[in-house]
């Protein structure tokens, strides 16, 4: 077995996303009725300049799946990061990510540049996301301006490290 790599030094700032998380979330939109899910969130790298990002949820009553999605979090130069996303729904995320290291870890805030998407997929034309660690435990948030409505809140997720 070869040895672990080694995090690439343009992502030593995102050293505290690393691993596997789980929690529970609730989300809402003023098109859609509100809801309760489980959720699967794992950052992991290969030594290059990027972390991977898978997502899984599923109906918290229910265990049906529901949203998953892909992504890659890259280190551009140091203190600059992009991440893209793309999800089942046909809706892919190119987005700017500002990186904050904290006392606790880090803060992420990420602002799509841009949400290109198939012709079959529901109209999103913007998306922010907010994510906080602080030690073992993780905040997830995100905003969505979709099917005509201004930038709303969507997704609050916790989150541990497991
Ligand atoms: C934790 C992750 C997520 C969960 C659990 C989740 C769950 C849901 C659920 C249950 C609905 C309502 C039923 C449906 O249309 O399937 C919904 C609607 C929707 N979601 Fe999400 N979602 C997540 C993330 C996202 C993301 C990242 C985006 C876009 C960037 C997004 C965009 C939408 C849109 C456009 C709708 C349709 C609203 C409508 O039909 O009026 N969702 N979501």
Not at 35 to 53: I, N, Q
Request: glycine share 10%.
């Amino acid at each position: 077995m070869s040895n672990p790599p080694v995090l690439h030094e343009d992502c030593t700032g995102l050293a505290p996303l690393l691993g596997t998380w789980k929690g529970s979330g609730q989300g809402h939109y003023p098109t859609i009725s509100a809801f309760e899910y489980l959720e699967e969130l794992t950052f992991a790298h290969v030594g290059k300049p990027f972390l991977s990002m898978q997502q899984r949820t599923r109906d918290a009553s229910t265990s049906a799946p529901l949203h998953a999605e892909y992504g890659y979090l890259r280190g551009v130069e140091p203190g600059v990061f992009e991440l893209v996303v793309a999800q089942p729904s046909g809706i892919l995320e190119i987005d700017a990510v500002d990186v904050s290291v904290t006392s606790g870890g880090v803060e992420l805030n990420i602002e799509s540049v841009e949400v290109p998407s198939t012709s079959s997929a529901k109209a999103v034309s913007g998306v922010r996301r907010r994510i906080v660690v602080d030690g073992d435990e993780m905040v997830s948030e995100m905003w969505m301006a979709a099917m005509g409505e201004p930038m709303t809140h969507h997704l609050r997720s916790s989150l541990t490290r497991s």
